[in-house]
């Protein structure tokens, strides 16, 4: 009982900041920083970013406090735009033991028999515990999504705020994610002859349905339903990015291979543990890739050739490159993107792969990845460069409002460092 009260408190504390947080609005000054802008302005040393009403009005070369702001100085530390986790299940689902319905993971259902029509945003739930363990790490935001179907597609995934605000979804449908690695084919007939044959029926079906009556009152004989052509013709139009996850170099050239079946589809590679046995062709055919660059070892006959270096090489070749894991522990992501600067990626296209390389995969740069005036004001003071493991986020601004810099995991630390060894565990506030 007193686990759950003391649950319940959390949730509800954190619902009231990030509530309370609008109606406490404040000009902020944050000075003395180096300011890790991914823009024109590149990196500033000791400048001042000024935030008022939620955006960002000005990034300054030198330390000044115009009146009415607020100032927090920064002097010696970083500041970079709010990290942004690529293709994690945040939201989605929560800690183990009683965790209930976890919905990162749909079972087969009669609306969608290859699972494109899946659509994750009606699933989020803000407060979850595992929001605000990721917040703390330097995250505002993130992508997220089906982790397992069972089917051909894992739905359709979402941009979501780590605010804690109960309007979480950002930008719902913001992709359609297929599996064709060895995982996927084993799901699907287990074995490729099998599963891209039904790829390309889905993709051919939806691209015949745009020209046909789709009204429950039409026939449709279609593979696909007509929930799961709907959801992929905007893929076929180029609206929505298409997230092929490949792994051996053979089916990284099989998922180019769509670009040129469907000249419209925004393609973007995942994992591509491979991918830099074929990158000129990658950066030939503008794909970027989202990867988790600890992969090292062969885990499976699609990854004899995984390399610590296989983010710097992609680079190298004019690759855009994305970090992140498909995991609610996307918090890991900062120390994988330092050890991929340790194996040759430039420490800019480091901090880039966190943030504004993201944005410009899911159609966020309007908003979100770069510090400039106009944009959303959501960043991070770090006490020093994020990359490395030794270092950490002191503040974090969603909308130019500094969050609660707290979890449930810092919550039970304090709880136990501090309690009363007269009394027993469970008893100790």
Known sequence: MNFVKQTISFFVGTSILASSALVQAEKIAITGAQIHT?????????????????????????????SGYREIDASGKVVTPG???????????EVSLSAGIVDARVDAHPVSPVGAAYDVQYGVNADSTLLPITRVEGFTHAVTGLSRTGQLFNGQGAVISLSGEFDAVVKPQAYVHVDVSENGADTNGESRAAMWVALNQSLDEAMFAANVDLSPTEDWEG??????????????????PLLVTANRASDILQALAIKQRYSN????????????????????????????????????????????????????????????????NIRLAPQHAGNAVANGLPHAAGIASLTLNIAKIFGLTDTLG?????????????????????QAAEQVFIKGEPVEMTSRQIQLRDRYMKRDPAKPVGYTR
Do not use: C, Y
Request: hydrophobic letters at 50%; a negative charge; aromatic letters at 2%.
């Open 223 to 240: 593979m696909i339903t007509r929930a799961d052509a709907k959801a992929l013709m905007p893929v076929l139009k180029g609206e929505v």
């Open 38 to 66: 991914m823009a024109s302005a590149g990196v500033i040393e000791e400048g001042t970013l000024l935030l008022d009403k939620g955006k960002i009005q000005q990034v300054l070369d030198s330390k000044s406090v115009p």
């Open 83 to 93: 990290f942004i986790g690529a293709l994690t299940s945040l939201g989605l689902q």
């Open 265 to 328: 589809v925004d393609l973007v590679l995942v994992n591509a543990v491979e991918g830099w046995r074929v990158a000129e062709q990658i950066a030939e055919a503008q794909v970027p890739v989202i990867l988790n660059p600890e992969n090292n070892l062969p885990g499976g006959f699609d990854q004899l050739g995984a390399t610590l270096e296989n983010a710097a090489r992609l680079h190298k070749a004019g690759v855009l490159v994305a970090i992140g894991m498909d995991t609610h």
């Open 370 to 390: 770069s510090l400039e005036p106009g944009k959303e004001a959501s960043l991070v003071i770090w006490s020093g460069d994020p990359l490395e493991v030794t």
